[in-house]
């Protein structure tokens, strides 16, 4: 442990950790947000400076579009009265009146100029690069006759280079009209030199503004990093020394000062503070089962005696159980013998019983006894003895008849009660095996056979029993063992109802069929004895729990173990004390899908 102590305090502190995660975050937070903000600014500033440029641009040729409509409207009225002097002051006027324009052309649709406004010019094939794209926008997007209806004309503009590309031009063309065809167009040249220095003007002036936007921010930026390390500072001292005295409590307690503490004023924050709560309450805890364990190990060798008693009990319980099979086996043996004894006396019985009732006394005594009245009355004189000597020979007959008829009474009752018991023998041969294979099984005929068995029981104790057995499936299980279940309960049924008076003890046995998934063969038992309680249903089926006071507690738990371990259920009911109580045994029949479950 100690070395494991030494190896954490080589590691960094938690101190180096906050510091270093808090340097991380400002200087990522705050660059990235000085980033951001300057990105949008020279974006909005881009924006800015595109929608200036397009507004001059916008300006420009609005401009360039209204001198050309006017100089249109006069230069197709020149044209229709072929007055080209008129068309060469126009031009002349148009260029001296506005410095920017570099030069105005009239062309015909030869692409000839008719007027020019630069020297040498006038009656020339236009050839250049931007006389070409005059021809082809003169031609191609104006339409070769005036629309009806419209007085406007439209302009178009593209821009150019001129003097070798020398300087930028804004060229504008409109079309002119001689009648309703399209004779030519006029060409207006603007320079875009000024243009361009009023572009690069405003473009310096927004690269100063953001010059000094970006000064600005950068300095705000690191005032606000400064106090971001400053505040993260202070609170990880805090923080520290919160997770300091956590880090001491901890190893306090470890190395077993459970008496420990953490003082929660200390606390810098609240999920801290019900951290220090949480570990204050598990070092009491600690210190209940430390204490509840030294207890516990005071009686654990009483507790080890008691377990040792309960094992010595289950062996001897075992022990019982092997020598009951024992028996069993034993059992077999010695009915086999009892019956092989029980044979001779019940033919002799029956021998007796036929002798008796073919007795050639018993047949010929009144015919004896008539043929002695007349000895009688020859031999004695005396009349008063002759008397009493005939009265004596006339009750022989009867006395005789009476007598063999008592003894074959009682030889006919020998009989019954060996037949009896031979009945009884060849049930408990049937079903007296240690191991039984699993047989399909006829349940009403099996209860048949378990009332036999405690009939004598039964009768002894004038219990009455009620059966209502409906035809049912064959269900397949070990014949021996569900046997004893029945029986089991048969048994307890009618010890429960050893208090009740004769006339009180009923025992109801039902079988019937219940259809679901699965369906089930059931098997009721209900008796009107001493039933139990809510608390006392819980533990029926548990080991060695008995509601009877000489009872093993192991009858029902054999019972429900067996049946479960098949595929069976069984549950139990009662009203409550003295109100009787119902086992229900359910059985799967042959074919059906296994189930588990004891219900109470």
Known sequence: MRKNFRNLFRRPSIRL???VMNMVVLCLLFPS????????EKGFRDAQLERTISLMREGLESRGAALAHSMALSAEEAVAGYDFNFLNILVAQVVDSDPEILYCVVMDNQNRAVVHSLPGQVGVELTGELDRRAEKILHSEFPATRPIGRKVTPVRFFQGWVGNGEQEVLEAIVPLYSGNQCWGGIRLGFSLAAHQRQIRQTESEWAARMDHFQIYFLTLTAFFFSVGALVAAIFTRYFERTMHNLNDGVLRV???????????????????????HAFNTMTDKLRTSYRQLDEYSKGLEQKVEERTAALREAQAYLLQQAHEAGMAEMAVGILHNIGNAITPAKVGATMVLKRIEESPVRRHAGEAVRQLDGVVTAAVADPQERERLLGILHLLPAGIEDEYGRL?????????????????????MRYARLVGASTVVDVNRLLEDALRMMEQALNKREVRVEKDFAEVPPVQVEETKLLQVFVNLI????????????????????????????????????????????????MLFSFGYSTKEKGS?????????????????????????GKGAEFIVRLLPVGGDAADGVHS
Not at 492 to 497: H, P, S, T, V
Not at 505 to 532: H, K, M, S, Y
Request: proline residues 4%.
């Open 17 to 19: 950790y906050f510091i």
């Open 33 to 40: 947000v000085s980033l951001l903000f300057m990105h949008e």
């Open 254 to 276: 470890s190395l077993g000062d459970l008496d420990h503490a953490i003082t929660q004023p200390d606390m810098v924050c609240a999920e801290v503070m019900a951290l220090s």
């Open 408 to 428: 074959g009474q009682e030889v006919l009752r020998i009989r019954d009660k060996q037949e009896h018991i031979e009945s009884i023998i060849k049930l408990q």
């Open 491 to 538: 048994k307890n049924g009618y010890q429960a109802m050893d208090g009740n008076p004769p006339a009180q003890r009923c025992l109801q046995l039902a079988t019937f069929f219940e259809a679901g998934e699965p369906g089930w063969v059931v098997f009721r038992i209900r008796d009107a004895g001493v039933g139990f309680s809510p608390e006392e249903e819980k």
């Open 553 to 577: 507690g192991f009858g029902l738990h054999s019972c429900a173990n067996y049946l479960i371990a098949n595929g069976a259920t069984i549950s139990a009911a009662s009203q409550g004390k």
